[in-house]
């Protein structure tokens, strides 16, 4: 079990490693920085005198230590727009995503996984068609015409502009991109606890349940659905994994003012350190929700606990 | 016993449909028989025979595609389980206990099996102060040696037998009067086996409960049967009491399951040729896990065996006894971490490239399960030709000698343009065995290779080795954990436990005048020893 646990760490570390420099090498290689920053006609003794200041003259493998010396204290750059640290500029801007996503994962959540059992329940009857037909139109949306659709009937059918409330976080403001956002998880929310589901419910565990007298409701409820749950979890992983990148496009779509958005700015004006961090912020999110899968299976799952 | 004369259970003219486009009509028709207190009927049959689906009718249980078109089904003269409400299912569960053929399986894999056994009695109005010292009272009843502690584990730390112990808890707890047990012992290893007959024929007249006890192994029937009714294609062919069928069966199909229960070791001896493969201590390792995470299995260690040109060597052991692990390293599928395996008396444990390859073509497998062997994408004739092709033979040469190993084997050459999924399991495993043949192999590795099939096709399958073998002359390796087919088969015989040998010699003299332990135990077990004495 400590091996078990400790053998993820390690990887979590390794992964956070390799992620931390996989980025120092794109935006060194992706051309100058010191050049992108100068102001565009500046000569070349501006663009040296910048590259001197950021560190930039110094050999490729003295920037990535002291970078990496840099990390491990805490100190992730600052911007050079604002001149204020990247981390104060993605936590300002961090409530407002993670409001949006939550939002969005919690409606994805209860109405596939409402769908997905219905639909089971009613295997190849209409029920679980229409339900199955509106899963694959939910993921085969793309989130950014969804959004503009979802734009267009508020302005057209109730005369509401949906398309953002500028820098506020409102009830109102946040429906509209949660809801588009939320859609096309509840597609696969609804297709994967459908299946789940169906395949549960015909193990041989269950049918000895019936044979002992226990109701269909209390079958369903206390041993096909728990059972069913637990591949579910690697996918609710992914989504709190993704719940930063997730939201990138459509925090564009509706001017919500979360991380997405700065990001998108940041690369527009080559932040780099910004940029770095919510990148690295990303990839973080993404092994720790990892982690958090794999030790909420050693909770849920006595089978994993005992390997 | 009392009322000895009313049935517990009472069917009579059963006739259960099957779906339209089915093989055939009825799942079961005109079955009829009664069980009396105390006593115990076995249902016997191959697969397909409708045994099973009997039990799901009088459970109550029969899936919407299968209706119970007629007949009557009494269970104390009170309930016909053709009626399907909450509450007839409710009676139908105090009043009859269930079995299944896969104990781990019928269990919720995530919740303690003690919750499991109290939930019986929660959703049957006991009450919460009552429920555990009843289950475990159960649990001592069932004979685990650690009532306590199984009460809190799950059921993937439960070996079989012990899982099995819980189901049997469960199914009795509310003190039924009649025991359903579908194939209970089937996927358990003979001691394990024994045990467990042992333990539902204690406790039928402990709880006072008659018992139907569905088996295909006229061994188990012999054991335990009060009474017995013989099922093919849906129809008893056979009942009456066990003393007259086992004694004096009439019908041709009984006569044939009868002889297929016998453990019969005296095969005509062979004369001594040379050794073809040897192993010399030979072990396996099996690490998993990553960095902190590291954990060992010992497979195989220090085995040693001879085989001769044109004889079989049986290799007997019960699960995880490393028979199979043995089989991958003879077939240099896996590398062995010590000993050195000879082919001809070269060296084959570390050959490779031609050398290899030509080894391989040399030694052939048949493996246990005929449906996941056949790739389902492949014509019968590709699937037996691939491998002379793969080893340079041109495409009609391949295909002319396929066609002669289909007809080998039994099989007609129109057989050779269909799929696998058209043919049942004897056929396929006749299939698989026309592929390993084709390669002229000099030794044949069967890894359980009947232990899938029902006894009567079992029996035909072993025929055909026999046959095959002394026409084509290779000599093979048996894997298996059925004593009886390792006395039918073979010359001579290792006997593993726990990756090592225990025991080898002349099928024969291991088998009539055993030295170990553990073969002493082994052939003990074995089921049947009321069919016939081990000749």
Redesign the interface.
Same mark, same amino acid.
């Given at each position: 079990m400590? #091996?078990?646990i400790? %053998?993820k760490l390690?990887r979590a570390f390794i992964t956070l490693l390799l992620t931390v420099s996989l980025v120092f090498i794109f935006i060194r290689f992706s051309g100058d920085p010191a050049a992108a920053m100068a102001p565009p006609d500046a000569p070349q003794e501006v663009i040296d005198q910048y590259a001197e200041k950021l560190g930039l003259d110094k050999p490729l493998w003295v920037q990535y230590t002291n970078y990496l010396g840099q990390i491990f204290r805490g100190d992730f750059g600052y911007s050079v727009d604002s001149g204020r640290s990247s981390v104060s500029l993605f936590l300002d801007r961090l409530p407002a995503t993670l409001y949006l996503g939550g939002l969005s994962l919690l409606i994805a959540l209860t109405v596939g996984i409402t769908l997905g059992t219905v639909a089971a329940l009613n295997r190849g009857n209409f029920l679980d068609r229409s339900v199955m037909a509106f899963s694959v139109f939910a993921f085969a949306m793309p989130n950014f015409l969804f959004g503009l659709a979802v734009i267009l009937i508020g302005a057209l059918g109730f005369q509401t502009y949906l398309g953002g409330q500028g820098a506020t976080i409102s009830w109102i403001g946040v429906l509209p991109p949660a809801l588009t956002l939320g859609l096309a998880s509840t597609g696969s929310y609804a297709r994967f606890s459908r299946s789940s589901l169906l395949e549960t419910i015909n193990?041989?565990?269950v049918? /000895? /349940?019936? /044979?002992? #007298?226990? %109701?269909r409701a209390?079958r369903l409820v206390?041993?096909a659905m728990?059972?069913a749950a637990?591949p579910l979890v690697t996918l609710i992983g992914l989504s709190l994994g993704g719940l930063i990148a997730g939201s990138v496009v459509t925090e564009q779509v509706f001017a919500w003012p979360g991380v997405g958005q700065l990001l998108v700015r940041s690369v527009a004006t080559r932040d780099i350190a910004t940029v770095q961090f919510i990148v690295l912020a990303i990839a973080a999110t993404m092994v720790f929700a990892n982690l958090l899968v794999d030790f909420l299976y050693l909770i849920?799952?006595?089978?994993i606990r /005992?390997q | 016993m009392k009322n000895t004369n009313t049935a517990i259970l009472e069917l009579s003219n059963i006739g259960i449909r099957l779906p339209l486009g089915a093989d055939r009509e009825w799942a079961v028709r005109g079955v009829s028989f009664s069980i009396f207190p105390q006593q115990t009927l076995c249902l016997v049959g191959e697969s397909g025979s409708g045994k099973s689906v009997i039990a799901q009718a009088i459970?109550g249980?029969l899936p919407a595609a299968l209706p119970l078109k007629e007949g009557k089904i009494d269970l104390l003269g009170k309930i016909t389980p053709e009626q399907r409400s909450?509450e007839f @299912?409710?009676l139908?569960? $105090?009043k009859m206990?269930?079995i *299944?053929q896969?104990a781990v399986?019928?269990? @919720?894999?995530?919740?303690r099996v003690g919750h499991q056994l109290e +939930?019986?009695l929660l $959703?049957?109005g006991v009450s919460r102060k009552e429920r555990k010292p009843r289950v475990l009272k159960m649990l001592r009843d069932v004979l685990l040696p650690n009532p306590e502690s199984s009460y809190n584990s799950?059921p993937? +730390?439960m070996s079989g037998g012990q899982a099995q112990r819980i $189901?049997i808890a469960?199914?009795l707890l509310l003190n039924p009067a009649l025991l359903i047990a579908d194939e209970p012992t089937t996927a358990l290893d003979v001691t394990t086996q024994a045990e467990i007959l042992e333990l539902i024929t204690k406790l039928k007249s402990k709880f006072d409960t008659s018992v139907l006890f569905i088996t295909h192994d006229f061994g188990v029937v012999s054991d335990i049967a009060d009474q017995i009714a013989v099922m093919k294609d849906g129809e008893i062919v056979e009942q009456g009491s066990a003393q007259n069928i086992l004694q004096k069966p009439q019908h041709e199909y009984t006569q044939k399951l009868l002889k297929a229960a016998i453990l019969d070791a005296s095969k005509e001896k062979l004369e001594e040729t040379e050794e073809i493969l040897k192993a010399d201590a030979i072990s396996l390792t099996y690490k998993k896990? *990553?960095? *902190? @995470?590291?954990r060992e299995f010992k497979a195989v260690q220090q085995v040693s065996l001879s085989l001769k040109a044109g004889s079989t060597l049986a290799v007997v052991g019960e699960s995880g006894s490393g028979k199979s692990s043995l089989a991958k390293c003879l077939l240099r599928l896996e590398s062995i971490d010590a000993g050195r395996i000879f082919y001809r008396g070269k060296d084959m444990t570390n050959q490779k490239g031609v050398l290899l390859k030509d080894f391989r073509s040399k030694v052939q497998v048949v493996l246990q399960d005929p449906f996941g062997a056949l790739d389902p994408r492949f014509k019968i004739i590709d699937a037996i030709a691939e491998g002379p092709i793969i080893h340079g033979s041109s495409r009609e040469k391949a295909n002319l000698r396929a066609l002669e190993m289909l007809s080998l084997v039994g099989l007609t050459p129109q057989s050779a343009e269909r799929y696998p999924q058209e043919f049942s399991g004897g056929q396929r495993q006749r299939i698989c065995i026309a592929r390993a043949l084709i390669m002229r192999p000099e030794i044949l590795i069967a890894d359980e290779a009947v232990s899938a099939l029902d006894v009567s096709i079992q029996v035909k399958i072993l025929d055909l080795f026999e046959d095959l073998q002394k026409r084509l002359g290779f000599a093979m390796i048996f894997i298996t954990h059925d004593l009886r087919v390792a006395a039918a088969i073979s010359d001579s015989v290792i006997v593993m436990k726990g990756g090592k040998v225990v025991e080898s010699g002349p099928t024969p003299s291991v088998f009539k005048n055993p030295q170990a332990p553990y073969t002493k135990m082994l052939l003990a077990s074995a089921p049947g020893s009321g069919v016939g004495e081990v000749k």
């Open positions: 400590t #091996g078990f400790l %053998s390690f193990k041989p565990f049918l /000895a /349940a019936e /044979a002992r #007298g226990i %109701s209390r206390f041993h728990p059972n637990i849920i799952d006595p089978r /005992a | 459970m249980m909450p @299912n409710l139908r569960s $105090v206990g269930m *299944f896969d399986a019928s269990l @919720n894999p995530i919740k +939930e019986i $959703v049957h799950y993937h +730390e $189901v469960g199914a896990g *990553f960095l *902190f @995470n590291q």
